[in-house]
C-alpha cells in the first residue's frame, strides 16, 4: 500500500489495477507515453486517473500500477507500507 502526499505540486496521476497490465515502457517518460501512445488507445484500456492538487495525500492498493506527471516544479515523498 502506498500513500502519496502532494507537497505543493499539481501531480496528475495514471493508474491501473494488478489485472489490467498498462502499455508502459521502461525506458519512456510519462510525458513521452502521455504524447505518443495515450492518445492511440482504445478507451477501454484508458487509466483511471486524478491529479493531485497541494496538500492532497492519494493512496492505492498494492500491486496497482501507475505513472505520474508533474505540472510543475515540484517536491514528492512516497512511503511503502508493509
Known amino acids: 500500500s502506498l500513500p502519496a502526499p502532494s507537497l505543493a505540486v499539481f501531480q496528475r496521476w495514471f493508474l491501473y489495477p494488478p489485472d489490467v497490465t498498462p502499455h508502459f515502457h521502461p525506458n519512456e517518460t510519462t510525458l513521452a507515453w502521455l504524447q505518443r501512445s495515450y492518445p492511440s488507445l482504445p478507451p477501454a484500456l ?28 515540484s517536491v514528492f515523498i512516497s512511503t511503502f507500507l508493509g
Open 46 to 73: 484508458h487509466p483511471l486517473e486524478c491529479t493531485l492538487r497541494p496538500g492532497e495525500v492519494l493512496y492505492f492498493p498494492d500491486r496497482w500500477w501507475h505513472a505520474t506527471l508533474n505540472l510543475d516544479t
